[in-house]
């Protein structure tokens, strides 16, 4: 059986690298899922990521057993995330939601399907660039919420305190992010296929 | 900014698994045909985002990089010791630092001991402390730190 996280940090703690790796091994793909989604350049995810682990491993002695390894890690990477987007960005107004949402509020979900099956994404590389640069083209606020919830499956309350936010605003932040990107995706599969 | 229609909100809590179970069962009993549309709809651009997502990330390895980066923050910073003639105990350095400190700001105030101007930019080139030479540099960062410049006083000690 496979030693559990808390386990393999306890090792990580006593200077074990092996269990370092290990932690390394099982978090990172989830890590860099997460970093991708948000900061959507794949070299800037991997500087994120590494920076992140690096983050934990000086950090290892202040970890709380009964906290969850990945948890800990998610926010480190959320937050390293979130800071890069405002650097890049150069502005904090991209955290706003004054200015997060251009479109009025009228309508939600529309009750149609884009068209595409989310098993292609997994093999298809056009269809996977396509849904990023969709991703890229929300606000940072809504492409982190989504990302948040649509690959990790954080609750609101989760994402409310990741972003120190009200649950509120977490809810709003989702709900036009999935409806921006049903928008962009749709309008991607008619411009792709314009019979269908 | 407010989200769409109560009936979104409610839907979309319902999506995520945010009702209490009888606030599901009221959801589920009042579900129309467009409502079930829309949450196949939220369960397309889920599964479209995280599967596009989980793939990139499928051939990802950190560890090489880490690996040197963990072993090599180690080594930096015992170069950077020796480099600064750091030692073990900071009260030493500190004590050094103070000495070099004192005497560099005794020879501004009183003299520089060559009648030439410094090539380094700085009133002083060198000094001597404690039986060490310590060279002086000016170090220009206006292109990071505005308008700021650094000097740094460099002693090296033998091992």
């Known amino acids: 059986m496979e030693p559990d996280d808390r386990k393999l940090v306890e090792d990580a703690r006593r200077g074990d690298a092996t269990a370092f790796r290990e932690l390394v091994t099982r978090h990172q793909r989830r890590a860099f899922a997460v970093a991708l989604g948000m900061v959507h350049d794949p070299d800037d995810a991997r500087d994120i990521c590494q920076e992140a682990f690096l983050k934990v491993h000086k950090n290892l002695a202040t970890f709380e057993g009964d906290a969850q390894f990945f948890t800990w890690l998610y926010r480190i ?12 960005r150069g502005q904090q107004v991209e955290f706003d939601d004054a200015q997060a949402n251009d479109e009025p509020d009228e309508g939600g979900i529309a009750p149609h399907r884009t068209g595409f099956d989310p098993a292609r994404a997994l093999a298809d590389k056009e269809l996977r660039n396509q849904i990023l640069a969709a991703l890229d083209k929300l606000t940072p606020a809504h492409r982190t919420v989504l990302v948040m919830r649509e690959v990790e499956g954080l609750s609101y309350q989760e994402m409310a305190d990741t972003m120190k936010c009200s649950i509120g605003t977490i809810m ?6 999935r409806k921006k990107m049903q928008q962009l995706l749709i309008a991607y599969r008619k411009a792709a296929n314009p019979a269908a | 900014m407010k989200m769409g229609k109560p009936e979104d909100e409610r839907l979309q809590r319902y999506f995520d698994g945010e009702l209490t179970p009888e606030e599901r069962a009221q959801v589920e009993a009042g579900l129309s045909e467009d409502d079930r549309l829309r949450l196949a709809a939220l369960g397309e651009v889920r599964g479209l985002v995280a599967n596009a997502l989980t793939a990139e990330a499928a051939d990802i390895d950190l560890w090489p990089a880490l690996e040197k980066k963990l072993a090599g923050g180690g080594k930096a910073e015992a170069k950077a010791r020796r480099r600064w003639g750091l ?3 900071p009260a030493s350095w500190s004590a050094g630092l103070v000495s070099a400190a004192a005497a560099a700001a005794l020879l501004f105030f009183v003299q520089p001991w060559h009648s030439g101007h410094p090539q380094n930019g700085c009133d002083i080139e060198s000094l ?5 030479v310590a060279s002086v540099i000016h170090m220009d960062d206006a292109p990071h730190n ?11 000690e033998d091992d």
């Open chain 2, 146 to 156: 505005g308008d700021e410049a650094t000097t740094v006083i460099w002693t090296t």
């Open chain 2, 128 to 132: 001597e402390t404690v039986g060490a």
């Open chain 1, 77 to 88: 990477v959320v937050n390293l995330a979130i800071d890069h987007l405002r650097k890049r």
């Open chain 2, 87 to 89: 030692r073990a105990h």
């Open chain 1, 172 to 177: 709003s932040r989702l709900f036009h992010a």
